[in-house]
């Protein structure tokens, strides 16, 4: 497994951008697919955003879809998520997630979790 550490979090007011960055530690972090995902008070997590290992394939939640961008540095075992045109909506708590093998989208699928970082849009 690899230990993750996400960061970048904050306050933002709508229409801005926000970049999360996770951090892992571990020999293989390119044999692991990742995924960031969000989960606001009351609600399921789900998931913003995944990647494969190679960094070529890419899944997001339409939420995300044209808004969001996520990408990898294998070299750096780190991967990003830019945030732009943020929503109100968009107000979670931001994991990084990772499972050996290729692309999932479930939650569940995931084997290794970061503590989050808290994302705050206002309106």
């Known amino acids: 497994q690899v230990q993750l550490v996400e960061s970048g979090g904050g306050s933002v007011q709508a229409g801005g951008s926000l970049r999360l960055t996770c951090a892992a530690s571990?020999?293989?972090?390119?044999?692991?697919?990742m995924g960031w995902f969000r989960q606001a008070t009351g609600q399921e997590r789900e998931l913003v955003a995944a990647i494969d290992w190679f960094g070529r394939n890419t899944n997001y939640a339409d939420s995300a879809k044209g808004r969001f961008t996520i990408s990898r540095e294998n070299f750096a075992n780190t991967v990003y998520l830019q945030m732009n045109s943020l929503r109100p909506e968009d107000t979670a708590v931001y994991y990084c997630a990772a499972r050996a093998g290729g692309v999932r989208l479930a939650p569940v699928d995931f084997t290794s979790w970061g503590q989050g970082t808290q994302v705050t849009v206002s309106s």
């Open positions: 571990g020999r293989t972090f390119s044999a692991y697919a």
